[in-house]
């Protein structure tokens, strides 16, 4: 099976709502980074966090990381009809080295 | 951050016909390009590295022969699809990796280029 299981698949909340999504994954890794892409474009970096880290914040954002349980949650606080998009965990086994994607997440937020 | 420029867009091509897809990264240098290939809904699956001044690493299952990469120079990579059939009809997106700094690991993308094959 693939490395790095996102769930929930799909998920719908109404602005201002926060709303969360988590990354499961099986090897070991040197780092893990979120990245969202809107419908028909390229795929935008949000956040990465190396193995070494538990928790990262980048405004609205907000990452964990447990790598005993190789798993990993993305916060987004007080979303905005513009977050609706789709979220992609990627795992990197060393330092820029290739990257395996998760299955996404499609997000939608109702105004 | 760093931009990476796909193109083109958006291809249409009949059943047979190679297709060319440029990725250039426009203010830094890349050794190393990856290509991923995109079915609707779905994640990105990766096809190859493409390296600087040699071979590509391909992907198990991805047929070297059937899709072409060159990375000629430090700013471009090529990915052809020879003979493209429906059935390679799909979006096809680049990266860069930073290399250096405190975000090492991170891939800047191109916007993707969206092949149909009728």
């Known amino acids: 099976s693939q490395q790095g299981e996102e769930d929930p698949q799909a998920l719908s909340i109404q602005e201002g709502e926060n709303a969360t999504m988590n990354c499961s994954y099986k090897?070991?890794?040197?780092?893990l980074q979120w990245y969202r892409q809107n419908s028909g474009r390229g795929l935008v970096h949000l956040i990465l966090?190396?193995?070494?880290?538990r928790e990262k914040h980048s405004g609205r954002l907000r990452v964990t990381l447990d790598t005993s349980k190789k798993s990993s949650s993305l916060l987004i606080t007080a979303s905005r009809a513009a977050d609706t998009a789709s979220y992609f965990c990627?795992?990197?086994?060393?330092?820029?080295?290739?990257?395996?994607f998760g299955e996404g997440t499609q997000l939608t937020v109702n105004p | 951050g760093a931009v990476v420029s796909q193109h083109p867009s958006r291809v249409i091509c009949k059943s047979g016909t190679s297709v060319k897809i440029e990725c250039r990264s426009l203010d830094f240098q890349a050794t190393t390009m990856f290509w991923y290939r995109q079915f609707p809904k779905q994640s990105l699956m990766l096809m190859a590295t493409?390296?600087?001044?040699?071979?590509?690493?391909?992907e198990q299952g991805v047929e070297k022969d059937k899709f072409l990469i060159n990375h000629a120079s430090l700013t471009l990579s090529t990915l052809t699809v020879t003979s493209a059939h429906p059935e390679d009809s799909s979006f096809y997106i680049c990266?860069?990796?930073?290399?250096?700094?405190?975000?090492?690991?991170?891939?800047?993308f191109g916007e993707g280029s969206r092949l149909t094959v009728l």
């Open positions: 966090i190396r193995s070494n880290e």
């Open positions: 090897t070991s890794i040197n780092n």
């Open positions: 990627a795992t990197g086994e060393t330092s820029g080295s290739r990257l395996t």
């Open positions: 493409s390296n600087e001044g040699s071979k590509a690493t391909y």
């Open positions: 990266s860069a990796p930073e290399l250096r700094g405190p975000n090492t690991g991170e891939l800047f």
